[in-house]
């Protein structure tokens, strides 16, 4: 664990000075144009056939002319240019490093993402290694706010869980107020290193707890809606769909358990097994990693987790 990390963000961005215009610019365009995100969307008012103003704007990508939501008049863009500074900020002050970014839905959300240099060794039975990431993510479609903080990613599955309850710990919404957000929390942002060692903590004490079939029923039910207790007469009431979902996940938390031990971290493994190589997804680039970082797999990786830690 990097212990001066915490030290360096408690630091971080008090009475700093920008980096000079042209340098900061061209940083935020190397960034860009690395993960493909150097292209900007434009707030276009929706009109009539008689041209008369509808009071509502579509979000347009404009090198591609997709639109890729409408809003009213009270929402602001937050570009991927911004959105680059701001994680190039954060890694000036932290020493993360950059490591990945893209895009899903072609642009609809965006990310860019650091290493935090964090990572437990050896944990379970199958040693499994788990490191630390810094993570951006914001949508021009409407579906999320903008929003940062820590993810964890797990070498083992090569899957990402959004710490706790919530994807990141900060966000903004996009309306008039998103800037001085970012920058008030940007001043006060003293607790991704904190948060991160929480979860590494709570990772290693999960690998030490013995899970129970009750605990692996719980976590198949609050899932899939399926209950493996059920008698034959009344799993009849089960859709065929809810029974191989079920199956799906039982089976990867099994394979799991057997690699990484019979414990609450091996159940944990099995769901995020589970949402990383076998929960449905769109027909489209990207969809399996959108629906870790922002939907369905991500609720179901955090929903699952608060349930085992509240086991433990």
């Not at 900061?24 to 150097?38: H, K, T, V």
């Not at 899957?159 to 919404?173: I, M």
């Not at 609450?264 to 997804?281: D, N, R």
Request: with cysteine; aromatic share 8%; proline share 2%.
């Amino acid at each position: 664990m990097n212990n001066t990390a915490n030290d360096l963000i408690l630091s971080a961005f008090s009475g700093v000075d920008n980096l000079t215009e042209t340098a900061n610019a061209d940083r935020i365009a190397e960034l860009l144009d690395r993960f493909g995100l150097r292209w900007n969307v434009s707030k276009t008012p929706l009109l009539l056939p008689t041209g008369e103003q509808t009071g509502y704007y579509g979000i347009v990508r404009e090198d591609t002319r997709k639109t890729f939501s409408t809003c009213k008049d009270s929402y602001v863009p937050y570009q991927n240019s911004e959105l680059a500074e701001l994680l190039l900020r954060i890694s000036d002050k932290t020493g993360y490093s950059i490591h990945s970014g893209g895009q899903f839905n072609d642009g609809g959300k965006v990310y860019i993402q650091l290493a935090t240099g964090n990572e437990i060794k050896d944990l379970g039975e199958n040693r499994t290694k788990v490191q630390g990431f810094a993570t951006g993510i914001n949508s021009h479609d409407g579906t999320t706010a903008l929003k940062w903080g820590s993810v964890n990613f797990t070498i083992c599955c090569r899957n990402t869980f959004a710490s706790a309850q919530r994807t990141l710990q900060n966000s903004a919404k996009h309306t008039n107020s998103i800037h001085s957000r970012v920058e008030e929390s940007i001043r006060q942002i003293n607790g991704i290193a904190k948060v991160e060692e929480t979860i590494f903590d709570q990772f290693i004490r999960l690998a030490t707890i013995p899970t129970t079939k009750e605990n692996i029923a719980t976590i198949v039910k609050q899932t899939t809606g399926v209950d493996l207790n059920a008698s034959s007469s009344e799993r009849d009431k089960y859709s065929t769909y809810a029974i191989n979902r079920a199956g799906e996940l039982t089976d990867s938390i099994a394979q799991e358990m057997r690699s990484k031990g019979a414990t609450l971290w091996g159940l944990f493994s099995g769901v995020t097994h589970y949402t990383s190589h076998k929960l449905p997804i769109p027909s489209r680039s990207n969809a399996r990693l959108e629906s870790k970082y922002t939907g369905s797999g991500q609720s179901i990786d955090n929903e699952a987790y608060a349930s085992i830690l509240a086991m433990a």
